[in-house]
Each structure stands twice: as C-alpha cells, then as structure tokens.
C-alpha cells in the first residue's frame, strides 16, 4: 500500500513564503513510475489541483492562480516531493493535499479523478 503523508503547513504570511513536503512510502510506490500533484481544497469549493511534476522531474505544470509563486519539485532519492510557495496570498489557504498519479511518462496531470493515491492533507491557514 502507498501511503502519503504531508507536512510543513500552518500559519502563511502574506507576501511571506511556506515549504510542503510530501514523503512517499510503501510498497508499490517508486519514485520513478508515478507523477507526483499537490491539490488545495477550501470549504465549499472542489479540490483544486495546484501543481504537479513528472516521474521524471522534467515537466511540471501549475495553476494560473499559483504559476510564477509556486515551484514543485522531487527529491527521488528520498521519495519526496516539495511545493515552495512565495509570495502567499490569502487565498492561498486551505488544506493542501499530495497525491501519485501511477504513471511514468514524461506528462503529469492536476485532475484530481486521475489520481491513485492521497495524502490526508495539511492545513495552510492565513496569520493576518
């Protein structure tokens, strides 16, 4: 079973930035043959998909609302993946969740529906 567990949320200061990390674990999982996503989720809305990167590192894709703010990025040796967010917004806040995608091509995906595996999430919340 994969298992995906979040970290580094909490307090987000406007303007300010905030590392998650997501460590994958488990057996069947291998850095090498799943595309890797984070997905924000606040009441009342869908679960939105933020970012996501490859298997192999070399694409990445990010929502309008985030691109240029936001970088993700794969640490394979340590079965981690990283999403620094800069300058954060108010709206940035909500529960943020990792999730694998079990395919190794050269494309990665921000829909949710193709997703196989999910984290719980940690909560970004705004200080101001």
């Known amino acids: 079973q994969v298992r995906l567990v979040e970290s580094g949320g909490g307090l987000g200061h406007p303007g300010g930035p905030l590392s998650l990390s997501c460590k994958a674990s488990?057996?069947?999982?291998?850095?090498?043959?799943?595309?890797m996503a984070w997905f924000r989720q606040v009441p009342g809305k869908e679960r939105e998909g933020i970012s996501c990167i490859s298997a192999n590192g070399g694409t990445t894709n990010y929502a309008l609302s985030v691109e240029g703010r936001f970088t993700i990025s794969r640490d394979k040796a340590n079965d981690m993946v990283t999403l620094q967010m800069n300058r954060l917004k108010r709206e940035d806040s909500g529960i943020y969740f990792c999730?694998?995608?079990?395919?190794?091509?050269?494309?990665?995906?921000?829909?949710?529906?193709?997703?196989?595996?999910w984290g719980n999430g940690t909560l970004v919340t705004d200080s101001s």
């Open positions: 999730a694998a995608d079990f395919y190794s091509g050269s494309y990665c995906d921000r829909n949710a529906i193709n997703m196989d595996y």
């Open positions: 488990g057996l069947g999982f291998m850095m090498g043959y799943h595309a």
